[in-house]
């Protein structure tokens, strides 16, 4: 078996620094996303930094065709478990020096590094090291063992999405919506306002659930941009008290029960104390600059791992 994981690694290694050599090089939010990142601070310059990007993009693209193409050499292996030992380093510095910046790791989002990535990084050490110890090429290895090939790369491909770098906009959120919608709103049996909504923080015990907004009866349809909710949002004195923590543009948006919930990625505290957390603003989702001048927002910090509140204000 353990033959077969290291005839495979080349496979499973191809499949993330593809994706995210593609995202840093071709990728449109890398020039927005440099200034943001810790190797912006080693740089002293997000121009520098997004030039870096692209070009370690490139890298990243060259050794996952290298990986994938014929003859099966160490060397692909090796040079990738080359670039995991200098990822995790970077990420080193990253947390000392910068722990509120985003890592830069896939170019596509803005949030503050996490240990998911020093997780990723030492994935791609290990496979790496594996990639450059295989006995054979990964094709012939899956040819001859097909059934176990399949069952290690998707494997591999749940293990990866476990650890990527926006879990609760890719699944954390979407199931606990699921769960709500077949097992119930946990608050059905109080009478509470929300209980019809299907509210998706509710089941979490999260500090918006309980917003109680004046809309969630009528179920009023909200027709406001969500780009006219953001400018309304940021010239409000919530945005400007809470405006400290939040270190990233708009991650996820969703309405519900007439609030219009924004999410965005911040740090709370400081030096060693400090933790990712996710930001989150409830708007009134039918409000704009034409109809308030400060409009009702409700404002809840949650830890971005445990997802536990750190604080909230209305």
Do not use: N
Request: charged residues 15%; positive net charge.
């Amino acid at each position: 078996m353990s033959a077969l994981v290291c005839a495979l690694a080349p496979l499973v290694l191809a499949g993330v620094l593809g994706p995210a050599g593609a995202g840093k090089l071709f990728g449109r939010g890398t020039a927005r996303q440099a200034p943001r990142t810790a190797l912006a601070r080693l740089l002293r310059d997000g121009g520098r930094a997004a030039l870096v990007l692209r070009a370690l993009g490139a890298v990243e693209l060259l050794l996952a065709a290298a990986l994938l193409a014929p003859p099966a050499t160490p060397l692909p292996g090796a040079a990738a478990a080359l670039l995991g030992a200098g990822f995790l380093g970077y990420l080193g510095y990253a947390r000392a020096a910068a722990p509120g910046s985003s890592c830069g790791c896939t170019a596509r989002q803005d949030a503050p590094l996490t240990w998911r990535a020093f997780v990723r990084a030492a994935a791609v050490l290990a496979s790496g090291v594996a990639a450059a110890l295989a006995q054979q090429p990964w094709w012939t290895a899956a040819a001859s063992r097909p059934a176990a090939a399949l069952c290690l790369v998707l494997a591999a491909a749940a293990a990866l999405t476990a650890l990527s770098a926006d879990p609760d906009r890719r699944w954390r959120m979407p199931l606990r919506r699921l769960r709500l919608r077949i097992a119930g709103h946990p608050l059905a049996a109080t009478g509470h306002p929300l209980a019809a909504t299907g509210h998706p923080l509710a089941a979490t015990g999260h500090p918006l659930a309980a917003a109680g907004h004046p809309l969630a009866a009528a179920g009023a349809p909200a027709a406001v941009p969500v780009a006219a909710t953001v400018e309304l949002l940021e010239r409000s004195r919530a945005w400007q008290s809470a405006s400290r923590v939040v270190r990233s543009a708009l991650l996820d948006h969703w309405d519900d029960g007439g609030w219009r919930i924004l999410q965005f990625a911040g740090v709370h505290g400081g030096g060693t104390a400090a933790r990712p957390v996710l930001v989150l603003f409830a708007v009134d989702a039918a409000a704009s600059l034409d109809t308030v001048r400060e409009p009702a927002v409700r404002v809840s910090v949650i830890d971005a791992d445990s997802g536990a509140p750190v604080m909230a204000t209305a």
